[in-house]
């Protein structure tokens, strides 16, 4: 039975942001600018219904946006929920009809907020379902590629109204490399409306109900920092995930390429870690951790750094030297660790020469 | 060499004398609506008692709560302008968007969006609205407002747009008081502007009480140079810290913990200042206060600051007792009327202070104007104040062992003799003033902030620290006690030659001479 349809409060949008920012493993950038934003938005009235995949009619038209570029880059543009409503009017003009409702492109970071303010401004319900379950840096690293899915049509636009409509592609490789290119001219940030979905596509080919995992995510550290316990080992308890290190931050490597932020975070173990060294790479999200040395976790596993004290995700534009940091791993949905998923999200996807190898015991899977 | 370290708090003005590793001397006195009346009575009382000549002070080091008590107690804040700097970008998030609304409404002054800032690969964001700058600064000018603070979008990288903006304002209104948010903050543009506003809205405040203090030291015979605390637990001279009040932001809390530390010569404890209204509880980690992680919020608004990771709770001595409920303590304090209002000073109102006195805790005013009270009443309001402490104790604890607590501040007499996790409760002579003794012992800092071109990284963070390391020393740091407290480094891949912007902060313990 498909969950009833309900109408999502500030509240609920408050433990989203929480949980939004967890689930994007170092990347998709704060939720705070759309929290504002939507603080407006729902002040002034205005609200979004979220709505089960699993009771969308086969050929429900589905939207699905959210923004692309760096996060540093959103760290001084912000966001700007017209900008983004205005990717899918553009799309509908495209096609010719109307979307029933909008998915997220992303649940991680700022852009699982994207459809609840474009929700809200053009007043369609959000779909409980997302293509990645956490966030990824490139279109070729979702639910919608591994299932190959046309990527196109797709439009996008930048704060100065440029705007691109790209009507073809061949596969979601080179979506992702043209619209890339477009992204980093227009200075790493860009709205974008991607490939339109039927409400089939939402319930068999997308990561289900993570709008809602979220917000239960953000829950579980609110309730835990109100009553003074340790908001980390809630999100780990709440998702079955696991605790990987606690430590300090020793240096933090950035450099900016190609519209990404890539590098590498190091830290000295602290408690019982003491003595122990790990270091995380990241190109936008966290991909690979070394455990003294040796590989301890990786993509898709979701790789989640926190504020030890807080229980507040730490982005990969964020983390500083000297910062006192969780390494946490959750589970990733079962689509990304198929034999064809792990192509798209694996540890090669980013570079590595490595086989996945999912942190988590049998049992917990 | 002597140092003179003073702490104005909200209730009462502390000043000690410092000799190398020694306090020579301390004083507590009220604090007064002019601080400055204050620290000449403090000064008068440490020179006459302590008997050391004033021209042997080699310096005079201030902490001060004012700022953050004027943004916390929404007092003596100025009005600003805001200039945003980045339109097209970020239009639906204005200046002030995050701000609580009673702090806004005192603080806002004409706000303006105007096109211009950078991309993050250092291209102009949009040509830089010259005109519309101009129309800003004269509406600036007609608004009467003494301050203003300037954000553009990526100014970190490119402070272009900011300059720009800065030289139109000094043009067109003489005397504007000017903020730029490269000078304080990193990137984030929302975060860095608020820290821009609230300095922009402090810098009358900042101006008026240094001199207050400069005009209180030349009252009191003393000739040697003057400065301020800074939140990271360093100095600077009065002259740069008035330009930027927002770094003494909690600077009083950072001095008690380092105080603390310098008092009992523990590195690694708890540590809790009892002051006159607040209880402030801290960690020390190797002698330095543990640092909160996140975005730190001063009266409600969401700043990009390194801070001490503090725990404030209504709990002094000067905090108000319900006579009818012993459960009912505070957060109400009679701030520096404490000798004024208290029962045992003859006043009418029951505060904490009464409660250790009749208690037999503390040996303030007189003891027989609180004889009426009933013994059962004092041992549930104590043990009110008992579990408060205990409670937010264990609240900033992060490790799962029983760790030795510090108890500091002129309120200290409110601190149980045992408590649950903590393996004992550490009592330090002058412990009354431990934050005066954590400004007298303030370190001093040596800063980098440029870029390097044609090196490795390896290579432009050694000689980023070389040189931090240099003008420290040049401030007067001692080499062997000199650490790292920040480090950040930022490509520039808009410039040539593998540019790599460095800012590297290095202190150190001032060298004795």
Redesign the interface.
Known sequence: MPNPPRRITLDDLEAFATGAWILGTGGGGDPYFSLLEARQHWGAGKSVELIDPLSLDDDDPIACIGQMGAPIAMQEKMVDGPLIARTITMMEKHLGWKFKAIMMWEVGGNNGFQPFLAGALLGLPVVDCDAMGRAFPRADMTTFAIRDLPAYPWTMIDIRSNSVLLTEAVDWTWMESMTRKVCTAWGSLAATCKAPRTGRDAKVSSCLHTATKAMRIGRAVHAARRAHTDPVTAVVASEQGLLVFRGKVTDVLRRASEGWLRGTVTMEGLDENRGETFRVDFQNEWSVGWQNGDVRVTVPDLICLLDTVSGEAIGTETIRYGQRVSVIALPAPAILMSPKGLKHVGPRAFGYDLDFKTIFPEAVR | MIRLGIDVGGTNTDAVLVDDDKVLHAVKTATTPDVGDGIVTALKRLVAESKVDPNRVNAVMIGTTHFTNAVVQRRHVAKVAAVRI?L??????PPF??WPADLRALVQGPTFMIEG?H???G?P??PFNRQAMKEAAARIRDSGVEAVGIAS??SPLNDESEQEAAEILAAVVPGLSITRSHELGR????ARENVTLLNAALVGLARRTADGFVRALADSGIRAPLYITQNDGTVSLAEQATRFPVHCFASGPTNSLRGAAFLSGLGDAMVVDVGGTTSDIGCLRHGFPR????NVEVGGVRTAFRMP?LLSIGLGGGTLVDPADASKIGPVSTGYQLTERALVFGGSELTCTDIAVAAGLADLGERKRVSHLDHRFITAALARCHAMLT?SV??MK??AGDVPLIAVGGGCFLVPEAMEGVSRIVHVPHQGVANAVGAAIAQVSGEVDQVFQSMK?EEALDRAHAMAAERAVRAGALRASLAV???????L?YLPFDSLRVRVRVVGDIEAR
Request: glycine share 8%.
């Open positions: 980045g097209p970008a970020a239009a639906t998030l968007v995050d800032g991309e993050l690969d291209r964001l949009a979008v990526f990137i984030g543009l929302l640092e909160a992680n996140s990771d409670e264990d609240r992060t490790e990284r407290v920040d480090q950040e480094d930022i490509p891949s």
